[in-house]
């Protein structure tokens, strides 16, 4: 039995240490530069933008998390929600606590008359898609997700060619 809650400020460790686990699921052990001042700030500071949602099992130990936010389709009119990220520990998988935050995001979005809720997922990682899958969601095909980071975003962000007014 999984039960939802949503994230306070004293589960900012637990949720940067799954962060931390999940990155190295992810093959990018060294990549999380998030700190607990920086979370706690996204997460609890003022007009929050960024939320977590967490999964407890009946003893009230944390077995995972979802971290989200909203988005906007243009095409709909409203809100969506976008799933950054999404953990269960390793010992906790197959009890229902992804299924059940994924649930509760789903029943999120209902009760907001959001769009959709939607997600990336690494293509080599088959458990996940094929979880995903038995619920009923579907890659969208013909779509390729693009980022500009690092030293391309500084480079590019600093030529601004248009003129920026206040």
Do not use: C
Request: charged share 20%.
């Amino acid at each position: 039995m999984s039960v939802i809650r949503p994230a306070t400020v004293q589960d900012v460790p637990v949720i940067l240490q799954m962060i931390h686990e999940l990155a190295i699921y992810e093959k990018e052990p060294d990549a999380v530069r998030n700190t607990p001042e920086k979370l706690a700030g996204v997460l609890f500071g003022e007009n929050p933008r960024v939320f977590a949602t967490m999964a407890e099992n009946a003893g009230g130990d944390v077995q995972g998390f979802a971290l989200w936010f909203l988005n906007y389709s243009t095409w709909e009119g409203v809100h969506g929600i976008y799933l950054e990220d999404l953990y269960v520990s390793p010992e906790a998988r197959g009890e229902g606590h992804g299924k059940a935050l994924l649930q509760h995001l789903a029943a999120t979005a209902l009760e907001n008359g959001y769009a959709r809720v939607e997600w990336s997922v690494l293509d080599w990682n088959e458990p996940s898609v094929n979880f995903y899958r038995n619920l009923g969601a579907f890659p969208m095909d013909g779509w390729s997700t693009f980022r500009l980071t690092g030293k391309a975003l500084e480079h590019f962000g600093s030529h601004n060619a248009a003129a920026v007014s206040g």
